[in-house]
Nanobody, 116 residues
């Protein structure tokens, strides 16, 4: 099992920035990919960004050039730097971890609200 704890969400005005953090614990040796998804009210959960153990990254087109995903292996933590934020970025952001047999684990989610 893998446990994920997110932090760093909040309220910000459009054009501002936030940094999300996700700390992993448990069977972390099996993780080969971590990332962030988000879900806005009335919409399906969607991919934001992912990063592999080899630091290969993938971003949704809507956040390319504005968001940056990174990881600190020593702290078993993945980060999402978001700047500049837009009102359309308002959502609950979920941390995700996936292991070699593609079992997926989710955090509890953190709210990000961007006002215009």
């Amino acid at each position: 099992q893998v446990q994920l704890v997110e932090s760093g969400g909040g309220w910000v005005q459009a054009g501002g920035s936030l940094r999300l953090s996700c700390a992993a614990s448990g069977s972390i040796f099996s993780i080969n990919q971590m990332g962030w998804y988000r879900q806005a009210p009335g919409k399906q959960r969607e991919l934001v960004a992912t990063i592999t153990v080899g630091d290969m990254t993938n971003y949704a087109d809507s956040v390319k050039g504005r968001f940056t995903i990174s990881r600190n292996n020593a702290k078993n933590t993945v980060y999402l730097q978001m700047n500049p934020l837009k009102p359309d970025d308002t959502a609950v952001y979920y941390c995700m971890a996936r292991n070699l047999i593609r079992t997926t684990y989710w955090g509890q989610g953190t709210q990000v609200t961007v006002s215009s």
